[in-house]
Structures are given as structure tokens and as C-alpha cells.
């Protein structure tokens, strides 16, 4: 069993800053983009920053130069800092991988159970 196990949401006044982490348990033949997606109440949910083996970082514009992501390949982990954070990042963050759980399978995409970050203005 392959599970994705986020840490570090929580509550913040605008401004601030949080660092979000997620470790991926369970062995993996191969690991192409891990990042992190969101989901505020009543929206779908949005990419916020993907790390790919073959197009290097992607953030999605409202979050360009105030988030970092960072992946450790070795340890299957990603991270992402938040800083300057607005009430409009207010949304629950999923943790997210791509790869490939076999040398035959299918490259799949598995999620993390998602862990709530609040901005208050």
C-alpha cells in the first residue's frame, strides 16, 4: 500500500507563513511529479505547485513568489512554503504523486488525505 501522509496546516493571520510536508510510505518503481493542489469550499480543486522529473517546477500564478516547493527524490518527500500568505489561500492542501507502483504498471495518481490551511485577514 502506497499512502501520502501530509503535516503542517493550521491557522495563520494574513501575512504569515506555514510549511506544509508530506512523506510518501510504501516502495514506488518510479516517482515522476510529486506536489501540492488545493481545494477551497465550492471550488475545484487547483494546482498550487508540481515538481516533474521532466519539466522541472510549475506554480500556478497566484502563488508565484510567495510559495517554494522542494522535493527530497531520495526520501519521497515534498514540501511546500508558504510565505506572505493571503485569506485567499484559505483551502484544504493535497499533497500529490505521480508514478508508477510497478516496473508493468501504469504511471497513477495518488493523493494525500489533505490538511486544512486558514488565513485570517
Known amino acids: 500500500q502506497v499512502h501520502l501522509v501530509e503535516s503542517g496546516g493550521g491557522s495563520v493571520q494574513a501575512g504569515g507563513s506555514l510549511r506544509l510536508s508530506c512523506v510518501v510510505s510504501?516502495?514506488?518503481?518510479?516517482?515522476?511529479?510529486m506536489g501540492w493542489y488545493r481545494q477551497a469550499p465550492g471550488s475545484q480543486r487547483e494546482l498550487v505547485a508540481l515538481?516533474?522529473?521532466?519539466?522541472?517546477?510549475k506554480y500556478d500564478g497566484s502563488v508565484e513568489g510567495r510559495f517554494t516547493a522542494s522535493r527530497d527524490t531520495a526520501k519521497k518527500t515534498v514540501d511546500l512554503q508558504m510565505n506572505d500568505l493571503k485569506s485567499e489561500d484559505t483551502a484544504v492542501y493535497y499533497c500529490y504523486m505521480g508514478g508508477r507502483k510497478y516496473i508493468y504498471s501504469t504511471v497513477d495518481d495518488y493523493w494525500g488525505q489533505g490538511t486544512q490551511v486558514t488565513v485570517s485577514s
Open positions: 515538481i516533474s522529473n521532466s519539466r522541472g517546477t
Open positions: 510504501g516502495s514506488m518503481y518510479s516517482i515522476h511529479d
